[in-house]
């Protein structure tokens, strides 16, 4: 009686600090929050984008600041040190370190089963925290840093991962960027299945059949690239609508008073997944956390389901030669 009572304190005391996000559990039972903060600076024509000064960490400042409590970052986005360098500045206080909950992933090149557990303590080293809470396979393709594929077979790349959860240096694991069938082949090898698929999600490509599977599973879908190409910015030529000044989208910001990429990302998330919207921008991250206070209507869902086109922004089309290669070959 006095716990929960002094557990009902403390809560009110967290939900001052920004918005409150909802949670979803996972297939482990722990918690995960349905909204986590991108951290991938993106390529341009020379390859990667690197970091100017400081900027990541000042954002996932920012984002802690907000209301976000999950972080999505990767060995490859070479900035696990400046997620690391926010998350160990903002906890310690009223913020504590289970407060939050850090996503990280194992890169192409360390897919040995024996070679997991060191890249997940490498990441672990950069980001400066004891244990992330959940590790992904980055992808389900092998290539060694020379370039050349490794064709370890990521059920293998699997066991390396339960044995990472084993030691408590992952507290949930899953996979990313797998396809159905690699998924299967996983649970058909007797192994635990994964607690989240990280995959692309967003207005084009809303997958409806490997969200149903991934229900019927019990795995979390987390969506990346969840505003696919509502930026012209960021929007290639062939890439279907709609962008961000399309008419009906704005008609049905306006209703809340929200933004069109606040509908976007409250969509994903009615339809059970957790987006991982990446900003840098102090107004943006406020804005894309800032979805649970309206609701869409059956009417608004209908209409954002229609722009699904099965368009994918993100098909690593050079890795199409790999056996593991995850979608479809154009
Ligand atoms: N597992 C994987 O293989 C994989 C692949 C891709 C991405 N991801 C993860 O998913 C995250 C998100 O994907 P993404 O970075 O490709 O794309 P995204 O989050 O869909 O889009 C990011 C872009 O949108 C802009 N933006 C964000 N909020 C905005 C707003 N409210 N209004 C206007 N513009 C806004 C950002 O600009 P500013 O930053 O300039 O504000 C940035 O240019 C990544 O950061 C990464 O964590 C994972
Ligand atoms: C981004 O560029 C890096 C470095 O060239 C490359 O390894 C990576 O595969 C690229 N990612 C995408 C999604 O194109
Ligand atoms: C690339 O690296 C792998 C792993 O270190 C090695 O086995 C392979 O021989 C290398 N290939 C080339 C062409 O250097």
Redesign the pocket.
């Known amino acids: 009686m006095f716990t929960l009572v002094f557990c009902t304190f403390f809560i009110t005391i967290h939900t001052g600090y920004g918005v409150t996000v909802p949670t979803l559990k996972l297939l482990d039972g722990r918690d995960i929050p349905t909204i ?7 390529n341009n024509t020379q390859g990667r984008v690197e970091p100017v000064g400081t900027e990541v960490e000042q ?1 996932v400042k920012w984002a802690i600041d907000a209301g976000y409590r999950h972080i ?3 060995f490859a ?1 070479k900035i696990e040190d400046q997620v690391g360098r926010a998350v160990n500045a903002k906890i310690g206080g009223e913020l504590k370190r289970e407060d939050l909950f850090i996503t990280t ?1 194992l890169w192409n090149d360390a897919h040995a089963l024996d070679a997991v557990v060191p890249a997940l303590r490498e990441s672990l080293r950069r980001l400066n925290l004891d244990y992330v809470d959940l590790y ?1 396979i ?2 389900p393709v092998g290539q060694f840093s020379n370039l050349t594929y490794d064709y370890t077979d990521y059920v293998d790349t699997w066991k390396g991962m339960i044995e990472a959860k084993k030691q408590g240096l992952a507290k949930s694991i899953g996979v ?2 797998f396809n159905r069938q690699q998924i299967d082949r996983l649970i058909e090898n007797g192994l635990e299945t994964p607690a989240v698929l ?3 999600i ?1 207005l084009n490509l809303q997958q409806p059949e490997l969200l149903s599977y991934c229900k019927e599973k019990n795995i979390i879908v987390m969506g ?5 190409s509502i ?1 012209p ?2 929007a290639k030529s062939d890439a279907p609508p709609p962008r ?1 000044d399309e008419p009906a989208l704005v008609e049905i910001a306006r209703k809340y008073e929200k ?1 069109v ?2 509908v976007v990302l409250r969509y994903l998330v009615d339809i059970g997944v957790v987006p ?6 102090k107004s ?2 406020e ?2 956390v800032d979805i649970f206070d309206f609701s869409l209507t059956q009417q608004d869902r209908d209409l954002l389901k229609t722009y699904d086109k099965g368009y994918r ?2 098909p690593q089309l050079k890795w199409q030669s790999h056996p593991c290669y995850p979608f479809e070959k154009n």
């Open positions: 986590a903060l991108g951290t991938w600076l993106g954002a999505d970052t990767a986005y992933k992904l980055h992808w990313s960027n990280q995959v692309e967003n990346y690239t969840p505003f696919g930026f910015s960021k961000v933004t990429p606040q991982i919207p990446k900003s840098l921008t943006r991250i804005q894309n922004t993100i």
